[in-house]
């Protein structure tokens, strides 16, 4: 395990060192990005509408029977932008996009094309970390801009149309916009920065260490995925306290 | 192309008392021989011998336990010395990027490495792979040739570095006879074209006698014969006549 961290944390290190070489990877960052969002924005979106309307059906009823239903904007628009969007988002795109990646670079590992592109003097870490590195960490603050307002509207509509809670549209969204700050959505969208570099590099050095044929490959998207999702509600804690402490 | 590369068309390789054990087995077990300049030079075994796992240390893919590989003199684990000369490798399974077309895999030396504009790129690649007899297939994706050919693409990326030391891996593994002598004329055509040093790792007799300027035979890890092909022919050990002569027989039924 130690052994893994020391790896991940070299080839973390590597990629931050050919980082001005991005440029010249931009096709393949282009690619990359096209890849991400065109596999998971609409996935993304129905996902941040339901989490919306569950989060306003579990606490909705309960904060009208203590009279208390106008917090339910502000309530929801901070969870869904400091929390819910960037965690689950996040955990979305381990699933989607860090399997992929593991898979992908696991299966050149395995077929010798990593071995191929060494002989050509072509670093792997420029050729296939770089670019996946760049656009993960491009995409999933992008994702969660979309899965913030999506999320909120998901509220809104179950607090205005649920018999139970009856909060309207204005009342939730005046409440949200007195609560909400700008501050609070960059928190998420600074979140989901951190767990994209964590998503792609495990998933990156996964792909990389990956032994022994299909059945490797297969061991190492599991891998990647878990370790990501278990690394994602780790950092979760330590970034929301070290955030709460920064906005002392 | 960096001002560092050597510019000779050729190199002399070196392997000196290598030795390399995975998991506690000792896969090469002290292993010498030295590469003339623009040599074809074969080296034959049975599969498991540790033939490709040679081939894999003087690409620098694997690292030695102990030993050294010297390329003009200079060992490859000094730093810089690996960058300094032109190498190119054909793998067994030929090692096409899946996700790149046939051009682009040709191509992906030059384009990596910036050497040349995309226009010249694109008429190198299209020159290169008329050499080796696949004209206009750039833009198929390798996922839809045949092994031979994906072989041919393997040696016409090898070619297009301009390698001065050539390796190549089980050239004709899994190829018909006919496509196997195709790619033996490759070998011997790179050598008079470009005069660069060939090392080939095989277990096909007939390619070695064909192409070999000189053969090495290894077994167990060890190399047990260093000759021409005549000489290896005409050896008394019975562990290359063995190797030499094994054909297949039908079982005597009763």
């Known amino acids: 395990m130690y052994r893994n961290i020391g790896q991940i944390m070299i080839l973390f290190w590597q990629t931050v060192l050919v980082l001005p070489l991005v440029w010249r990877q931009r096709r393949k960052v282009s690619e990359q990005l096209f890849e991400i969002g065109n596999a998971s924005l609409l996935m993304v979106c129905i996902l941040a509408l339901f989490i919306g309307g569950v989060l306003a059906l579990q606490t909705g009823p309960v904060l009208v029977e203590r009279g208390i239903s106008s917090v339910l904007g502000g309530m929801i628009g901070l969870s869904m932008c400091k929390e819910l969007a960037p965690v689950m988002m996040a955990i979305l795109i381990a699933g989607r996009i860090g399997s992929a990646m593991a898979a992908e670079i696991g299966s050149m590992r395995v077929y010798e094309e990593i071995d191929a592109l060494l002989t050509l003097n072509i670093d792997p870490v420029k050729y296939l970390v770089l670019p996946r590195m760049v656009a993960i960490a491009l995409a999933l603050p992008t994702l969660v801009m979309f899965a913030i307002p999506v999320g909120w509207i998901g509220g809104a509509l179950v607090c205005d149309f649920n018999q139970k809670i009856g909060v309207g549209f204005d009342s939730y969204f005046q409440d949200l916009r007195q609560v ?4 609070d959505v960059f928190n998420g969208l600074f979140k989901s920065f951190v767990f994209a570099l964590a998503i792609g590099i495990i998933s990156c050095h996964q792909g990389l260490t990956t032994r022994g044929g299909p059945r490797g490959i297969g061991r190492s998207v599991t891998k990647a995925v878990v370790n990501s999702i278990v690394l994602i509600l780790i950092l979760d ?3 929301t306290r070290f955030l709460l402490y920064v906005q002392k | 192309m960096s001002e560092d590369i050597s510019h000779h068309e050729n190199v002399t390789v070196e392997v000196r008392d290598l030795r390399k054990s995975f998991g506690g087995q000792e896969v090469l077990k002290g292993i010498s021989f030295k590469v003339n300049p623009g040599e074809v030079f074969v080296i034959m075994g049975r599969s498991g011998s540790g033939k490709s796992v040679l081939l894999k240390h003087i690409v620098g893919l694997l690292r030695p336990d102990s030993g050294d590989i010297l390329i003009d003199g200079q060992s490859i684990e000094e730093p810089g010395v690996r960058d300094k000369y032109r190498m190119a490798m054909v793998f067994q399974s030929s090692a096409l990027l899946t996700s790149l077309s046939v051009g682009e895999n040709v191509g992906l030396y030059l384009a990596e490495h ?3 504009p995309p226009s010249e790129i694109a008429s190198i690649v299209a020159r290169t792979l008329e050499t080796v007899g696949l004209k206009g297939l750039e833009n198929r994706s390798p996922g839809e040739l045949s092994g031979g050919m994906q072989k041919r693409v393997g040696i016409a990326r090898a070619l297009v ?12 593994s899994e190829l018909d006879p006919l496509i196997s002598v195709t790619i033996a004329e490759e070998i011997l055509k790179l050598k008079n074209h470009t005069h660069a040093t060939s090392i080939v790792v095989t277990h096909d007799r007939d390619l070695a006698v064909a192409i070999a300027d000189r053969v090495a035979m290894i077994s167990e890890g060890r190399i047990i014969f260093i ?5 290896i022919e005409r050896s008394a050990d019975p562990r290359i006549q063995q190797f030499i002569h094994a054909a297949l027989t039908r079982p005597k039924t009763h």
């Open chain 1, 180 to 183: 909400v700050e700008v501050g």
């Open chain 2, 114 to 116: 910036q050497l040349k």
């Open chain 2, 227 to 231: 000759g021409t092909a005549e000489e």
């Open chain 2, 161 to 172: 570095v301009e390698p001065q030391l050539i390796l190549f891996d089980e050239p004709t």
């Open chain 1, 237 to 239: 804690y330590f970034l």
